[in-house]
Structures are given as C-alpha cells and as structure tokens.
C-alpha cells in the first residue's frame, strides 16, 4: 500500500440503450462461460442514472425481467482454495492497540529515541513538579531497549507527606484503557528502587477519581536495588471503557521502571489477540494472510523498515521501531511468530511479504544485496525448519515446536520501478527456489498488459479507485492468457476517494462486483485481499477500511460485511449460467456450487450486484435440476443495500448497513427475486438430499 491513493482516469460513461452504431439495445441473450476470451456480458455496460417518475418506475421497465438460467447439472470450475483472503498492514494502529491485546503504549520507553532525556508520550506524571519528577536513563536491563523511567518521588517524608492516592506516573494505553467490571488483566513489569517502597499498581477511571482495580506491591530494601520482573493480576471493580493504568507511592525515593506490559486475560484461543476484533476476521474464513504489510515493510527510510529477526523472541528483548510511513511507534509485540500464530489460528495460509533491500528512499545496491538474501533464508527457516535447527529451536522455545506451512512469499511491496528491484529479486529467487522450491514467489512487477522480464508464481497487482472505475474492472482479467505463468494475486483493493466516504455502501458494492470478476477470473486470479483491514477510530490515516474500532467497540463497514459474503468461494466451483438481459439492466453475477462440510449439503450460491438506480426484478431457471431439487426451507437470500448510497456505520449504527438475511418461500413456478438499487444480493440454495453431494467445494485449507 502506498501512503498517497493510486487512482486511475474515470471511463467514459456508456449509454446502455444505444449500441455502438447508435440502434437501440432491447434485450441481450448471452452465455457466461470461463474459456478464454471471457464474455461475461457481451452487452455490458457501464453506470446510468435512470429519472424516477412521481408514480414510480415506467411501465416499459416493470415489463422487463432478467432471466438467469442456471447449468445446475455442470460440474463447473474449481475455484482456487486460496482465492480470498485478508491482507493485514501496520496502519491506523491496525496492531498497536489494535488486532494486539496490548494495552500499554511505548511500554519500554523507547518510542523517544534511545537518547536521553527522551520523551515518554503518552506516560504522564500523577502530581506536580513539587512531588515528583519523571525522567529517563540508559539503565535498562536489557542492551536492546537501555531506556528505564526513573520515578523521583519529593514528598514522603514527615514535613512533606504525599498526596492520600501517592504520586507516579500514569499511562492512557491507545486512547484508553477498556477495563471492564468482573474482568482480569495481567500487569508485567520490571522494578527496581533505591530503597523499601509500597508501590500502588491500579486502573483508573479517565477522569482519575476512580480506581477500578489495584495490587499493593511491597518491595524491601533487600531486593530493590536489582531489577526484578513483577507479574500481577488485577480484577476490575468498576468499568471505564477509556481507563489508565496508573503506578503511585507516598515512599518518599527513586523507582526505576520499565518495559511494562498489560493484557486483558481473555484474548483470541489464548494467544494475546483481541478477542472481538480476531473474531470478526474469524468470521471471513480467510483463506490466506498477507502480512505485515504494505509500505510498512519498506519503510519511507531503510532503518526504519519492518525485520522480522528483531519481532521475534522475548518481547523484552524486542527493539521495536518507528513506523515511519504511518508515523508512529510500533513495539513489535505483533511480530513475526505472533502473524504466523494468527494464520494457524484462523486455518488461514502465511504470506509473508519481506523487505528486499528497498525503502522508499534507498536501494541496496546488488553487490551487497547476499546478507539480505540471508536474512530471508533465516526467515524460512524459523517458520518451516525443524526445532533442531538454529531458528526453528527459537521458534520452539517460543511454543511452537512444529513448523508453520509457508509456502507463498512476496518479494517486496509496489518495488517494480524502484533502483535495482529486478536486479535483486532474482538473488531472493534463485536462493528461496533452491532452498525450497515449493515456496511460490510473488512479484511485485503487473504482468497484467505484458510478459515479466524474471520468473514468478504469482504478480502482484493494486488496485485504489473510484467506485465507477472498480465496478467496470470486473472485466479486468477476461483477456488473461489462459496458458502463461504467473498467476495473479490482487493483493490491495478497493474503493477509495470522494465516493468511498469512511465506509460508503456505493464503495461496498463496487468492490463486491469487482470480486465476482475476480471469481469469474479465478482461472488466473489465485488470490485476493482488500485493504486496508483495520482502522483505530482516534487515528485514520487512510479511508476506507474493513474494520473500524476504538478501545472497546467495533463495527464493520458495507465492504466487510461484502467480504462476508464471499466467505464460501475460496476451493467452490464456478457454474456456467446463461442471461436475458433487458435494455437498462447491467447487473454482474456468478453461480457457485459449495459443499457444506459440517451439514454435510451442496449449496447452490448466487450473487448479484446491481450498480444502477433503478430495481431490477429477476427470473431464476435450473437446467437440469429436479423440479423439488432446491430445499428451499433451508435457503436463504441475504441482500445489502441502504437508503442512500453514501450511508455508512457507525458505532452509534453499527448494523445500519449489514446483510438482510430472509427464508426463501418455496415459488409456485419459476423462482423471481428482485434486486434492489444500489445492491450485492446472495442466494445460498440449499440442494436437496437427492441431489449428488460433493461437487462443490474441496476442503478449506
């Protein structure tokens, strides 16, 4: 992802009711197959904005109806178990206080730089200059991180007693702690003190006259002179969804903190993610992870890029770095291990997309490119090496004996053009093939309008454009070649700029025709992610995004809630399907045929999206299908659509614009069904026990 938005010129608006010699199109008969050259719709058309009439539609419109026939009896196309995944960048604080359970900000101090004095934002003091004074030291315990606070407590004696609550330091987490009553949060730091101190370790309210949980630490002048870690557990009394985590004393002396660390008790399967917002990816059944990034891997400064060996061990020990593109810290407690423990947990596949030499200021020059090609050898290893091995033993230690199954690696992100990209790929290639020749390579070069000058398994191609403009992409791939490696993996899409808002439905349902392109495409596109996924309601850097949150809600935006209804195409089959369409009528659709494993049916599904203004009613027909083939009491049709096409959610209406799910009602002839303006309908037909199983998908990977 680029930190500026990549938009393309708007097409020229065609006129559906007049064909290319000027005669009036009346109604179109055409067959969507997938052999090459694809003809989705030989008479598609773009946008029109269609008058309404005080009395409604026209007569002349009510009169036509689209007829979808159905190949129901084809055994159709598998679609690549890979085809939808998620892609997940550093952005908008999508990890730090994000997708990461981690509740402290710059909990070692080092997000001011290693010099001192440095500044400790967002720690603060708790009491005035008279009481206390915070300041930083290089006196860490650990050489990669040598910044400690230093708490200097003035009052504490007879003649100056301290405040009733103590005097500390303070810490807002990401724009507020979500302390929730009845709940448990473990609290980790290192301490130590020039002399004996009882040290108040709480949660307090935002307005600090609360306190919603504590633990009174004694420390003796025995141990305080070293660093010793201190783990506790706090229940919450009381409930403060923007809370703080706050350490105070009334010892009058010197407390030496750092890198202290809070985590709610419950998080994703035990493994330090947000349950909430790990769920709603849970919910998409990712097929695939792209991962960290996105520019946050390359970094505007090379220094400041993304590597993987300094997320990886003892999140102590972890360095952390700017997160120069997005412009803010990351403490790489979501590192390297923690991306490849999501996919495990999300039964999604790792793509892990490394920084090859490239920020977007410098290249590394291809004479000195070997000690990177190294780093990313290493990188293989501890994900896939056995733990007898230098990192695969790490990534034991860490607790993970087995090795993670990555086989798709990005070399780099949107580097084609940059000095020396081509140059040093081929160094990454050559070593990554020989060493595991089963891992597919992406390319960051388009192969979309010519051949690559270097080999590949896949080519990655961006996508960031107008709604207009992405709805008419889902033609994009029908001229494909066929035959010619590599596959294409569409990495980053979606509807950006005036008509996208921060989360529109007009984008939603742009990007949800672009995807049945892409399933109709699937033949060549193997893989594809919206993006960006996450966005921190206190910190947008870019608009839109899939998921929005603050410290303790979250919602989905119209194009979650699309890739929500694509969660069952990644391994279905494509079925053939024929279409009448009549003048004024440009919807885009596709049929597939799933197999539920848990219900142990196939389901026949359907999506529609119709861009234009106007309700198109629609006949749906099934070629070689019995007459009681469709199980319609365990069907359903689930429509998202809304008022206005610039309505959006929000936290106040969270579920303004979700799918509407309703019972499909048995038809007495022909099934009709009608498709709103401005809409993504999905059929899920359940087939009846008569029918043979097992045509649809394979299993999920």
Avoid at 19 to 33: E, F, H, P, R, Y
Avoid at 217 to 234: A, F, G, I, M, P
Avoid at 391 to 419: Q, S, T, V
Avoid at 431 to 444: E, T, V
């Amino acid at each position: 992802m680029e930190a500026k938005t990549a938009t393309e010129p708007l097409l020229p608006v065609a006129n559906p009711r007049r064909a290319s010699n000027g005669a009036t199109l009346k109604k179109v008969k055409t067959t969507c197959i997938w052999t090459p050259p694809l003809a989705l719709f030989a008479a598609f058309v773009i946008y029109e904005t269609f008058n309404y009439s005080s009395s409604g539609y026209s007569n002349d419109f009510q009169n036509q109806i689209l007829t979808l026939e159905v190949q129901a009896n084809d055994s159709g196309r598998l679609i690549p178990e890979t085809l939808f995944g998620i892609f997940f960048e550093e952005i908008n604080h999508a990890g730090a206080g994000g997708l990461w359970a981690e509740l402290i900000s710059n909990r070692g101090f080092e997000a001011g730089g290693k010099n001192t004095p440095s500044d400790i934002d967002p720690w603060y003091a708790k009491g005035d200059e008279n009481d206390v004074i915070l300041s930083t030291e290089p006196t860490s315990l650990f050489k990669r991180n040598p910044i400690a606070l230093r708490i200097s407590t003035l009052c504490g004696s007879n003649s100056k007693p301290c405040p009733a609550d103590g005097v500390g330091v303070v810490n807002p987490g990401y724009w507020g702690i979500n302390v929730r009553v009845g709940k448990f949060y473990t609290v980790t730091f290192w301490l130590r003190s020039d002399t004996s101190v009882n040290l108040l370790v709480k949660f307090i309210s935002e307005d600090e006259t609360r306190t919603l949980g504590h633990q009174i630490l004694q420390v003796d002048k025995v141990n305080s002179s070293t660093w010793h870690k201190y783990t506790l557990r706090l229940e919450a009394k009381d409930t403060d969804h923007r809370g703080k985590l706050a350490f105070t004393t009334t010892n009058q002396g010197s407390i030496w903190l750092d890198q202290v660390s809070a985590f709610p008790e419950e998080t994703y399967k035990g493994h330090g993610f947000r349950a909430e917002l790990a769920q709603m990816l849970e919910d998409l059944k990712p097929a695939f992870i792209r991962f960290p990034g996105g520019c946050y891997v390359e970094g505007v400064r090379l220094e400041n890029a993304w590597r993987w060996r300094d997320t990886v061990g003892p999140w102590e020990e972890r360095p952390g770095h700017l997160n120069d593109v997005w412009n803010y810290w990351s403490d790489d407690g979501l590192g390297y291990y923690e991306f490849l423990q999501l996919t495990e947990d999300l039964g999604a596949a790792p793509v892990w997309v490394f920084n090859n030499g490239i920020s977007h200021e410098y290249s590394v020059n291809p004479r000195l490119i070997q000690p990177w090609v190294k780093d990313v050898l290493d990188g293989i290893e501890f994900a896939r090496a056995p733990k007898s091995t230098q990192w695969g033993a790490l990534r034991a230690a860490m607790g993970h004996p087995d090795p993670f199954p990555l086989y798709h690696i990005a070399i780099g992100n949107e580097d084609c053009w940059k000095p020396w990209y081509q140059e040093n790929y081929m160094a990454f290639y050559s070593a990554i093939k020989a060493a595991y020749p089963d891992i597919k390579l992406i390319s960051n070069c388009d192969a979309t309008n010519g051949p690559l000058s270097h080999p590949a398994d896949f080519y990655d191609f961006h996508i960031y454009t107008n709604a207009y403009n992405l709805y008419s992409m889902a033609h994009q791939f029908d001229q494909k070649s066929r035959v010619d490696r590599p596959k294409v993996f569409v990495s980053e899409y979606a509807v950006t700029g005036g008509d996208a808002g921060t989360g529109s439905l007009l984008a939603a349902v742009a990007e949800a025709a672009f995807m049945i392109g892409l399933e109709i495409n699937s033949d060549v596109v193997e893989m594809a992610s919206y993006a960006p996924l996450f966005v921190h309601a206190n910190d947008r850097r870019w608009n839109p995004d899939a998921i929005v949150f603050n410290s303790w809600q979250q919602y989905g935006t119209p194009s979650y809630w699309v890739q929500q209804l694509f969660k069952h195409s990644s391994g279905a089959r494509l079925l053939p399907f024929s279409l009448v369409l009549p003048w004024g009528s440009n919807p885009v659709m596709s049929v597939l045929r799933r197999h539920d494993e848990h219900l142990n049916a196939d389901f026949l599904v359907i999506k529609a999206v119709n861009f234009g203004n106007d309700v198109v009613p629609m006949r749906i027909t099934f070629d070689g299908l019995a007459a009681e083939g469709i199980d319609y009491a365990n069907s359903t049709m689930a429509t998202l659509t809304s008022a206005w096409t610039m309505d959006e959610n929000s936290f106040a209406q969270p579920t303004k614009i979700t799918p509407q799910i309703s019972q499909m009602a048995k038809p007495t002839s022909d099934l009709q069904v009608v498709l709103p303006a401005h809409s993504v309908v999905a059929l899920d037909l359940r087939l009846g026990d008569k029918q043979p199983k097992g045509l649809g998908s394979s299993s999920h990977i």
